[in-house]
């Protein structure tokens, strides 16, 4: 009884490894490009520098904006 049970598991596995990659497959061809894993993309990109560059000024503008707003209202 055990080895159907495993024989069932390992079917399953292996439908889904196929499920899996038919899905990549197909996301390659909608969006025209490879899955990139990790962070391999060119970091010598100027737009993605000046990208990185401008949310990391607003995210520093929108913190003391909320510090303030905080102050604001809890201490005046």
Not at 22 to 37: C, H, T
Not at 39 to 62: T, V, W
């Amino acid at each position: 009884m055990n080895t159907s049970r495993e024989e069932r598991y390992e079917a399953a596995a292996q439908k889904a490894r196929a499920e899996l990659r038919r899905i990549e497959q197909q996301s390659e061809k909608v969006l025209g490009a490879p899955s990139v894993k990790g962070d391999a993309q060119d970091e010598d990109d100027p737009i993605e520098r000046l990208g990185k560059r401008i949310g990391f000024g607003l995210s520093i503008l929108l913190g003391v904006y909320v510090a303030w707003w905080f102050w604001d209202q809890f201490f005046n």
